[in-house]
């Protein structure tokens, strides 16, 4: 019901958009959360974007560097990541969360819904 795409490598300072489409009715309806995890670690909340696109959230590892946005005629959830580090590397995955409040999101793993398959990141140089 989520897919994720837009990962790949990158060399260390450089730049990818990651997309989340739902295939879903009423996309509008679920907030969004972004999620990331490296081998050998836990699943890591990254960012969330309410249903409305007008609240968002960032972890501080990456805030000032990533920017969540949506397009809900597109069903379609961004995360744009700029000025990449190694230690961004991993499997990154977008979670949905049905909430009643449209400037509402949730950066908690185990409130989503359900999830993407996930897509790779990798920065290297």
């Known amino acids: 019901q989520l897919a994720e795409s837009g990962g790949g490598l990158v060399q260390p300072g450089g730049s990818l958009r990651l997309s989340c489409q739902g295939s879903i009715d009423s996309f509008s309806y679920y907030a969004i959360g972004w999620f990331r995890q490296a081998p050998g670690k836990e699943r890591e909340a990254i960012s969330c974007?309410?249903?409305?696109?007008?609240?968002?959230n960032y972890a501080e590892a990456i805030k000032g560097r990533f920017t969540v946005s949506r397009d809900n005629a597109k069903n379609t959830v961004y995360l744009q990541m700029n000025n990449l580090e190694p230690e961004d590397s991993a499997v990154y995955y977008c979670?949905?969360?049905?909430?009643?409040?449209?400037?509402?999101?949730?950066?908690?793993?185990?409130?989503?819904?359900?999830w993407g398959q996930g897509t790779q990141v990798t920065v290297s140089s």
């Open positions: 979670g949905a969360r049905s909430l009643f409040v449209p400037t509402m999101c949730s950066m908690i793993s185990k409130e989503m819904g359900f």
């Open positions: 974007i309410s249903r409305s696109g007008t609240n968002t």
